[in-house]
Protein backbone atom coordinates (compact mmCIF):
# COMPACT_ATOMS: atom_id res chain seq x y z
CA UNK A 1 0.00 0.00 0.00
CA UNK A 2 1.63 3.12 -1.44
CA UNK A 3 -1.21 5.45 0.49
CA UNK A 4 -2.48 7.32 -2.66
CA UNK A 5 -6.13 7.56 -2.57
CA UNK A 6 -8.56 8.80 -5.57
CA UNK A 7 -11.59 10.98 -5.20
CA UNK A 8 -14.29 10.90 -6.50
CA UNK A 9 -14.15 6.78 -6.89
CA UNK A 10 -17.08 7.41 -9.01
CA UNK A 11 -18.77 10.29 -11.02
CA UNK A 12 -21.39 10.95 -13.60
CA UNK A 13 -21.12 14.11 -15.45
CA UNK A 14 -22.87 15.71 -18.45
CA UNK A 15 -21.04 17.01 -21.72
CA UNK A 16 -19.58 20.03 -20.85
CA UNK A 17 -19.46 20.75 -17.09
CA UNK A 18 -16.10 20.76 -15.08
CA UNK A 19 -14.81 17.96 -13.45
CA UNK A 20 -12.08 18.06 -11.02
CA UNK A 21 -10.16 14.62 -9.63
CA UNK A 22 -8.18 14.71 -6.45
CA UNK A 23 -4.80 12.44 -6.09
CA UNK A 24 -3.56 12.29 -2.54
CA UNK A 25 -0.52 10.61 -1.26
CA UNK A 26 0.63 10.70 2.12
CA UNK A 27 4.16 9.50 1.75
CA UNK A 28 5.46 12.98 0.46
CA UNK A 29 6.88 11.05 -3.12
CA UNK A 30 8.28 13.87 -5.66
CA UNK A 31 6.57 12.24 -9.02
CA UNK A 32 2.92 11.88 -9.61
CA UNK A 33 1.20 10.77 -12.78
CA UNK A 34 -2.54 10.67 -13.94
CA UNK A 35 -3.60 7.92 -16.80
CA UNK A 36 -6.81 6.99 -18.10
CA UNK A 37 -7.27 3.10 -19.36
CA UNK A 38 -9.65 2.16 -22.07
CA UNK A 39 -10.40 -1.03 -23.47
CA UNK A 40 -8.28 -1.66 -26.80
CA UNK A 41 -5.86 1.61 -25.26
CA UNK A 42 -4.55 0.24 -22.52
CA UNK A 43 -3.15 3.05 -19.88
CA UNK A 44 -2.16 6.39 -21.32
CA UNK A 45 -0.35 8.95 -19.43
CA UNK A 46 -2.01 12.04 -19.70
CA UNK A 47 -0.22 14.68 -17.58
CA UNK A 48 2.95 13.99 -14.60
CA UNK A 49 4.20 16.33 -12.26
CA UNK A 50 7.85 16.29 -10.75
CA UNK A 51 7.41 18.70 -7.65
CA UNK A 52 5.21 21.14 -6.34
CA UNK A 53 3.90 23.77 -9.34
CA UNK A 54 6.33 21.36 -11.96
CA UNK A 55 4.05 19.36 -14.15
CA UNK A 56 4.22 18.43 -17.87
CA UNK A 57 2.08 16.97 -20.35
CA UNK A 58 2.00 13.31 -21.33
CA UNK A 59 0.48 11.65 -24.83
CA UNK A 60 -2.93 11.90 -24.05
CA UNK A 61 -3.34 15.53 -22.46
CA UNK A 62 -5.54 17.38 -24.66
CA UNK A 63 -8.59 18.26 -23.16
CA UNK A 64 -7.16 17.88 -19.64
CA UNK A 65 -5.14 20.16 -17.30
CA UNK A 66 -3.55 19.27 -13.43
CA UNK A 67 -2.42 21.40 -10.42
CA UNK A 68 0.25 20.48 -7.99
CA UNK A 69 0.06 23.48 -5.23
CA UNK A 70 1.32 21.07 -2.28
CA UNK A 71 3.47 17.36 -2.30
CA UNK A 72 0.43 15.20 -1.52
CA UNK A 73 -2.15 16.67 -3.91
CA UNK A 74 -2.30 15.97 -7.95
CA UNK A 75 -5.32 17.21 -9.12
CA UNK A 76 -6.83 16.77 -12.66
CA UNK A 77 -8.93 18.69 -14.46
CA UNK A 78 -11.62 18.25 -17.13
CA UNK A 79 -12.24 21.68 -18.43
CA UNK A 80 -15.23 20.73 -20.48
CA UNK A 81 -15.82 16.98 -20.25
CA UNK A 82 -16.27 15.26 -23.40
CA UNK A 83 -17.94 11.50 -23.88
CA UNK A 84 -14.90 10.65 -25.27
CA UNK A 85 -13.61 11.48 -21.54
CA UNK A 86 -15.49 8.52 -20.53
CA UNK A 87 -12.39 6.35 -18.35
CA UNK A 88 -11.05 5.25 -15.37
CA UNK A 89 -8.87 7.69 -14.13
CA UNK A 90 -5.76 6.14 -12.03
CA UNK A 91 -3.40 8.20 -10.05
CA UNK A 92 0.14 7.06 -9.52
CA UNK A 93 3.38 7.45 -7.68
CA UNK A 94 6.99 6.48 -8.36
CA UNK A 95 9.11 4.98 -6.18
CA UNK A 96 13.09 4.61 -6.21
CA UNK A 97 14.62 1.63 -4.74
CA UNK A 98 17.31 0.47 -4.84
CA UNK A 99 18.28 2.16 -8.38
CA UNK A 100 15.28 0.69 -9.41
CA UNK A 101 11.83 3.23 -10.26
CA UNK A 102 8.53 1.66 -9.51
CA UNK A 103 5.34 3.04 -9.78
CA UNK A 104 1.88 2.15 -7.39
CA UNK A 105 -1.00 2.91 -8.31
CA UNK A 106 -4.00 4.41 -6.59
CA UNK A 107 -7.66 2.56 -6.47
CA UNK A 108 -8.68 5.07 -9.58
CA UNK A 109 -11.82 6.75 -10.81
CA UNK A 110 -14.28 5.41 -12.87
CA UNK A 111 -15.91 8.70 -15.08
CA UNK A 112 -18.92 8.51 -17.19
CA UNK A 113 -19.68 11.66 -19.07
CA UNK A 114 -23.58 11.68 -20.65
CA UNK B 1 3.64 -0.69 -34.51
CA UNK B 2 2.83 -0.68 -31.11
CA UNK B 3 5.49 0.03 -28.51
CA UNK B 4 4.66 -2.49 -26.17
CA UNK B 5 2.99 -5.78 -27.32
CA UNK B 6 0.92 -8.63 -25.76
CA UNK B 7 -0.99 -11.34 -26.35
CA UNK B 8 -4.30 -10.35 -25.30
CA UNK B 9 -5.54 -13.66 -25.40
CA UNK B 10 -7.69 -15.15 -23.48
CA UNK B 11 -5.80 -18.11 -21.69
CA UNK B 12 -7.90 -19.94 -20.14
CA UNK B 13 -5.84 -23.16 -17.96
CA UNK B 14 -6.73 -25.57 -15.70
CA UNK B 15 -5.58 -25.34 -12.00
CA UNK B 16 -2.48 -26.81 -11.79
CA UNK B 17 -1.08 -25.90 -15.69
CA UNK B 18 2.01 -23.89 -16.56
CA UNK B 19 1.40 -20.92 -18.65
CA UNK B 20 3.70 -18.25 -20.29
CA UNK B 21 3.40 -14.88 -21.13
CA UNK B 22 5.32 -13.55 -23.78
CA UNK B 23 5.30 -9.27 -24.76
CA UNK B 24 7.66 -7.35 -27.27
CA UNK B 25 8.65 -3.89 -27.29
CA UNK B 26 10.05 -1.51 -29.68
CA UNK B 27 12.44 0.61 -28.25
CA UNK B 28 15.79 -0.33 -27.48
CA UNK B 29 16.33 2.38 -25.01
CA UNK B 30 13.92 0.42 -22.69
CA UNK B 31 15.98 0.46 -19.61
CA UNK B 32 13.45 -1.55 -16.98
CA UNK B 33 10.78 -3.85 -17.29
CA UNK B 34 8.33 -5.55 -15.26
CA UNK B 35 5.31 -7.19 -14.74
CA UNK B 36 1.80 -5.92 -13.12
CA UNK B 37 -1.46 -7.64 -12.12
CA UNK B 38 -4.93 -6.32 -12.48
CA UNK B 39 -7.85 -7.58 -11.20
CA UNK B 40 -11.26 -7.02 -12.71
CA UNK B 41 -12.24 -3.29 -11.54
CA UNK B 42 -9.12 -3.08 -9.89
CA UNK B 43 -5.57 -0.71 -10.17
CA UNK B 44 -2.93 -2.59 -11.45
CA UNK B 45 -0.30 -3.54 -8.93
CA UNK B 46 3.02 -4.78 -9.14
CA UNK B 47 3.64 -8.21 -9.63
CA UNK B 48 7.62 -8.36 -10.32
CA UNK B 49 10.24 -6.58 -11.68
CA UNK B 50 12.08 -8.43 -14.57
CA UNK B 51 16.23 -8.08 -14.25
CA UNK B 52 18.35 -9.13 -17.05
CA UNK B 53 19.44 -12.49 -15.44
CA UNK B 54 16.09 -13.32 -14.82
CA UNK B 55 14.37 -13.97 -11.61
CA UNK B 56 11.89 -16.25 -9.82
CA UNK B 57 9.37 -15.37 -7.25
CA UNK B 58 7.90 -18.34 -6.10
CA UNK B 59 5.48 -20.07 -8.89
CA UNK B 60 6.47 -16.93 -11.52
CA UNK B 61 9.35 -16.35 -13.23
CA UNK B 62 10.52 -13.19 -15.72
CA UNK B 63 13.19 -13.70 -18.06
CA UNK B 64 14.34 -10.45 -20.42
CA UNK B 65 15.76 -10.69 -23.79
CA UNK B 66 17.73 -7.75 -24.39
CA UNK B 67 19.14 -8.44 -27.99
CA UNK B 68 15.20 -9.96 -28.92
CA UNK B 69 13.47 -7.65 -26.80
CA UNK B 70 10.84 -9.36 -25.51
CA UNK B 71 10.03 -10.27 -21.80
CA UNK B 72 8.49 -13.20 -20.62
CA UNK B 73 6.39 -14.37 -17.49
CA UNK B 74 6.09 -18.13 -16.42
CA UNK B 75 2.98 -19.30 -13.92
CA UNK B 76 3.74 -22.68 -12.75
CA UNK B 77 1.27 -24.67 -10.62
CA UNK B 78 -1.69 -22.01 -11.68
CA UNK B 79 -4.29 -21.35 -9.09
CA UNK B 80 -7.71 -19.91 -9.36
CA UNK B 81 -6.58 -16.71 -7.10
CA UNK B 82 -3.95 -15.95 -10.67
CA UNK B 83 -7.27 -15.02 -12.93
CA UNK B 84 -6.02 -11.45 -13.74
CA UNK B 85 -4.66 -9.53 -16.22
CA UNK B 86 -0.98 -9.22 -16.89
CA UNK B 87 0.13 -6.06 -17.91
CA UNK B 88 3.62 -5.85 -19.32
CA UNK B 89 5.25 -2.86 -18.26
CA UNK B 90 8.62 -1.19 -19.53
CA UNK B 91 10.43 1.96 -18.65
CA UNK B 92 12.37 4.57 -20.83
CA UNK B 93 14.23 6.89 -18.40
CA UNK B 94 14.60 10.25 -20.29
CA UNK B 95 16.04 13.62 -19.79
CA UNK B 96 13.85 14.56 -17.56
CA UNK B 97 14.55 11.71 -15.54
CA UNK B 98 11.62 10.82 -14.71
CA UNK B 99 10.32 6.99 -16.15
CA UNK B 100 8.06 7.22 -19.08
CA UNK B 101 6.40 3.75 -18.58
CA UNK B 102 4.75 2.51 -21.62
CA UNK B 103 1.93 -0.03 -21.14
CA UNK B 104 1.16 -3.59 -22.95
CA UNK B 105 -2.47 -3.63 -23.65
CA UNK B 106 -2.82 -6.60 -20.84
CA UNK B 107 -2.99 -10.54 -20.88
CA UNK B 108 -5.99 -12.02 -19.99
CA UNK B 109 -5.36 -15.07 -17.72
CA UNK B 110 -8.87 -17.43 -16.56
CA UNK B 111 -7.36 -20.46 -14.15
CA UNK B 112 -10.70 -22.53 -13.78
CA UNK B 113 -11.25 -25.47 -11.61
Known amino acids: DAGITQSPRHKVTETGTPVTLRCHQT?????MYWYRQDPGHGLRLIHYSYGVKDTDKGEVSDGYSVSRSKTEDFLLTLESATSSQTSVYFC?????????????FGPGTRLLVL | RKEVEQDPGPFNVPEGATVAFNCTYSNSASQSFFWYRQDCRKEPKLLMSVYSSGNEDGRFTAQLNRASQYISLLIRDSKLSDSATYLC??????????????FGQGTILTVHP
Open chain 1, 27 to 31: ENHRY
Open chain 2, 89 to 102: VVIIVGGTSYGKLT
Open chain 1, 92 to 104: AISVLAGGLETQY
